[in-house]
């Protein structure tokens, strides 16, 4: 049975970062914002550089293990934004805890540049999730922002 008390912290935790994140995004990549829609793909927009921005927060640090996944219909979405059009590039924010000091935090990306990526089934089994498509970015795929 799926973990909905868990579930809602993970997402909590995620809420949390997403305002300091943006903040980091931003002063990079001015006029950035937050989608508003809940169920939207992506977690922020630049309309602008037409640029779509998901951010994944994870409570492990880059590299503890060989690759780190994110769901396959962000990928689906991703793709066809940038075949239609609608976006120019899509930018995929991991931001995990560092390795030597937990209480910091390290944002990571990768950018899809439509080469081929590796697919599995799975999910977040600690709190019981069902296992769903899934794409697996090698760890060393990933860029320090």
Do not use: H
């Not at 937050?34 to 630049?46: A, C, H, L, V």
């Not at 640029?51 to 689906?76: H, M, P, W």
């Amino acid at each position: 049975m799926l973990d909905l008390q868990q579930k809602k912290r993970d997402l909590e935790f995620g809420f949390q970062n997403e305002l300091e994140i943006l903040g980091l995004i931003n002063d990079i990549i001015p006029d950035t914002y937050k989608t508003e829609n809940t169920y939207n793909n992506f977690d922020f927009r630049n309309d602008r550089l037409k640029i779509d921005f998901e951010l994944k927060s994870r409570r492990i640090y880059k590299g503890q293990y060989r690759t780190v996944y994110f769901a396959n219909c962000k990928l689906d979405k991703g793709r066809e934004n940038l075949a239609n059009g609608e976006s120019r590039r899509v930018i995929y924010l991991f931001d995990f805890v560092a390795k030597n000091d937990r209480s910091k935090r390290e944002l990571w990306f990768w950018e899809d540049d439509g080469s081929d990526v590796e697919l599995t089934m799975g999910g977040n089994f600690a709190r019981n999730d069902y296992a769903k498509p899934l794409v697996n970015i090698p760890m060393d795929k990933l860029q320090r922002w």
